[in-house]
């Protein structure tokens, strides 16, 4: 049988219409039954790739495998978002220990599971895992923070000048929506909420810039930012003043590079001024944070 008879074939049996083998005349036979020739033919897909292993789990034997696995990893990207969230809106302050047994039991899964989310997160930075001690939520020391505005001040330049580069307005009109987000948490006094899309609109723009590399490591110090705001205790109207994201849409908008990317500098240098070194630690309820 050739590539496209087997591909015609598969395609036929998935579509639930007869399938016949090559060569055969006779298209009134039906999947499992035997051609003219003798040929037996296709009651599953697979039963075409490897007739001589009947034992061979069929594609609706595996469906169930399947479904359970993207559930699995349903639940895993959900977890990881609720913590992600949560540290971004400073609801888990740095340092927070973030214990296997409670989260399991908070979020009705196994305590394996969670430790891959938390490992996730350790990859990222956004966690410390600490041997013989368990996970917590990372406690960026001043060294760190530097380090931190020194790759943003070389990130967010280029990648604002590949937004502008590959501009749309679709891209621009998401910016715009996500600001308008902004405004409105500004307007509530919702700090949380103010802390978090501050920092997602940087992450925001270096999806939309294209490059999935930019965009991964920008969301990485995005969240060490906020953690440091909390950390530093930087006062919210400091650190993420109302107009600066609004003044460097409009300079995207325009497809001005030069003004794009003074304002950044501009913006990320203010961010840094404004945090103090001060920091304080507390016990926190994990339970009241994730089941409210």
Same mark, same amino acid.
């Given at each position: ?136 939520? $990372?406690?960026?020391?001043?060294? +760190?923070? #530097?380090? @931190?505005?020194?790759? /943003? !001040?070389?990130?967010?330049? %280029? =990648?604002? *000048? ?10 621009? $009109?998401?910016?715009?929506?996500? +600001?308008? #987000?902004? @405004?409105?948490?500004? /307007? !509530?006094?919702?700090?949380? %909420? =103010?802390? *978090? ?96």
């Amino acid at each position: 049988m050739s590539a496209l008879d087997l591909l015609a074939a598969l395609a036929g049996d998935e579509a639930g219409v007869p399938t016949i083998a090559p060569g055969c005349a006779d298209r009134t036979d039906r999947p499992g039954s035997t051609c003219q020739h003798g040929v037996r033919l296709a009651r599953e897909p697979l039963d075409l790739l490897n007739p001589l292993n009947p034992d061979m789990p069929t594609t609706r034997a595996r469906k169930p495998a399947l479904q359970a696995r993207l559930q699995r990893e349903n639940t895993h990207d959900e977890i990881y978002e609720k913590i992600f969230v949560a540290i971004l809106e400073h609801r888990l302050h740095p340092g927070t220990k973030l214990v296997e047994e409670r989260l399991a039991e908070i979020f009705g899964v196994s305590r394996a599971r969670v430790r891959e989310v938390l490992a996730r997160l350790a990859h990222e930075q956004i966690v410390e895992m600490i041997p013989q001690r368990g996970a917590y939520v $990372a406690k960026p020391s001043i060294e +760190q923070a #530097l380090d @931190v505005f020194e790759a /943003r !001040r070389l990130i967010e330049p %280029a =990648v604002l *000048r590949r937004l502008i580069e590959t501009l749309t307005p679709e891209k621009l $009109a998401r910016l715009k929506q996500h +600001q308008e #987000l902004e @405004v409105d948490a500004r /307007r !509530r006094e919702d700090k949380r %909420a =103010v802390v *978090r899309l501050s920092g997602e609109f940087h992450s925001l723009a270096a999806e939309l810039a294209g490059n999935t590399a930019l965009a991964r490591s920008m969301r990485e110090l995005s969240v060490l930012t906020c953690l440091m705001i909390f950390l530093y205790d930087a006062p919210t109207s400091t650190s993420c003043r109302p107009d600066e994201h609004s003044q460097i849409i409009e300079a995207i908008a325009r497809r001005d590079v030069a003004r794009a990317e003074k304002l950044m500098l501009e913006h990320l240098d203010h961010i840094e001024s404004g945090m103090k070194l001060e920091a304080a630690t507390e016990e926190v309820d994990l339970e009241a944070i994730f089941k409210s």
